[in-house]
């Protein structure tokens, strides 16, 4: 999946790439490819399809399929709008051994907690970190005793 700006930008790059050059484009053309997008109207990269009526109930549909596992790569905007909906089952965070100091926030600065179980974590031998998380709900918190001193 992928919203409008990063499918067009992944377009112009691997959907003119020949499936000899590169295993990557390989299998980007052999898979269908879903864009949220109510400004895209006439996609190019073949087996594409525009999700723009509602968003929720086309993506509760693809997961429901059992052809395999929906997948969003870049998308900013949308995997915010996804978490937002509860339509995100498991998440895959690559950290790089990089700080920048500025962008975009991936996870909201508001909105519901959610809880998250670890499933898989490594990491390679330049620093990244690779772990996978699947959602568990909402979070629950301890209260701390009070402090006798107050």
Same mark, same amino acid.
């Given at each position: ?44 990269w073949a087996d ?35 978490? !937002?909906?509860?339509?995100v089952d498991e ?21 519901? !907690?959610?809880?998250? !179980? ?17 959602? !568990? ?14």
């Open positions: 999946m992928f919203g409008r700006r990063t499918y067009e930008i992944f377009a112009g790059y691997w959907g003119f790439m020949r499936d000899s050059v590169n295993p990557i484009a390989a299998a980007l053309h052999t898979r269908p490819k879903y864009v949220a997008s109510t400004t895209l109207s006439d996609p190019r594409t399809t525009v999700l723009s009526d509602d968003v929720a109930a086309a993506v509760a549909e693809l997961k429901a399929r059992p052809t395999g596992e929906l997948e969003v790569h870049g998308s900013g905007k949308l995997i915010r709008w996804l978490f !937002d909906n509860q339509l998440t895959i965070l690559l950290t790089y051994p990089v700080v920048i100091g500025q962008g975009t926030r991936l996870f909201p600065a508001t909105g519901p !907690d959610a809880a998250l !179980d670890l499933v898989d974590s490594r990491s390679t031998p330049k620093g990244l970190t690779i772990q996978v998380y699947r959602f !568990d709900g909402r979070p629950h918190y301890e209260t701390a005793p009070p402090d006798p001193k107050t």
